[in-house]
């Protein structure tokens, strides 16, 4: 049996909205429309040092004037000691739980909304997770701001050289695999060790976090020159704010050590 499963209270609509990357002006005008028709919002509670996560939200949700009931749930965490794949398996298994059983306890009919943070199609499992929802709701996904736009938007930067590819990829498959082959422009999300460090030297880089907020942080330069310094930046504003959401551009030569 699917792990969401249940008899009752099931979610027959489910709304995914993209919200950007912390800014009310991020979510688009079919965004605020959508959370002012939802009949339920589920809004999840990360923990302790994470509160302003869900303030956000929160501060979304007043500027679209929305009247939905909103339902906080609290989020699992991930067990560290397992494999990362079955890690996050399970982990989603229990979201979708948690998800259904906020619907039981609303007990309220009409679409369920969810807020998601930058966009659904781009490394997030939002989407994934509806999949486990038995049975499957009728699903509305809401585009958003990624954080590659707002990145890009924030360095004043085009994605893309002239008639040039851009990778997409995460921080540990950089630090798995190194700088893709033939890659020229790589987009690298949810690197929480820096694997930019072991980038080629002469290689660019454009980073930044909390990126549209009023705390927004930025960096540019060769690697070899900023690397460090974005380390300790990101370092520093971890420390003072409990969490970090970060992304970053690089563009360059993928051959050579630096």
Not at 75 to 85: A, E, F, I, M, S
Not at 100 to 119: C, H, I, R, S, T
Not at 229 to 244: D, N
Request: aromatic residues 6%; hydrophobic residues 45%.
């Amino acid at each position: 049996m699917n792990p969401a499963q249940t008899d009752t209270h099931s979610i027959k609509e489910l709304w995914l909205v993209g919200i950007g990357t912390g800014s009310p002006a991020h979510v688009t005008l079919e965004g605020m429309q959508a959370l002012r028709d939802a009949a339920v919002i589920l809004v999840p509670d990360k923990g302790a040092g994470k509160d302003d996560l869900a303030a956000m939200r929160h501060n979304i949700l007043a500027a679209s004037g929305t009247k939905a009931r909103v339902i906080n749930f609290n989020y699992p965490v991930r067990d560290t000691g397992l494999p990362y794949q079955e890690r996050v398996m399970l982990w989603h298994d229990e979201i979708a739980v948690r998800w259904q059983k906020a619907m039981v306890e609303a007990d309220q009919k009409g679409p369920v909304a969810l807020l998601v943070w930058g966009d659904p199609s781009l490394y997030d499992s939002t989407l994934r997770i509806a999949e486990r929802l038995v049975p499957a709701p009728q699903l509305r996904v809401v585009p958003g701001i990624t954080a590659v736009q707002a990145l890009t938007a924030a360095h004043a930067l085009p994605l893309n050289t002239i008639n040039g590819a851009v990778t997409i990829t995460t921080g540990r498959r950089l630090r798995d695999y190194g700088w893709p082959d033939g890659a020229e422009t790589l987009a690298v999300m949810l690197d929480a060790t820096c694997a930019f460090q072991d980038m080629p030297a002469d290689a660019h880089i454009w980073w930044g976090a909390f990126l549209a907020m009023p705390e927004q942080i930025l960096a540019k330069g060769r690697i070899g020159d900023v690397a460090a310094r974005i380390v300790s930046m990101r370092e520093s504003a971890r420390a003072r704010h409990g969490w970090i959401m970060d992304s970053y551009l690089m563009r360059g030569s993928p051959v050579g050590k630096s």
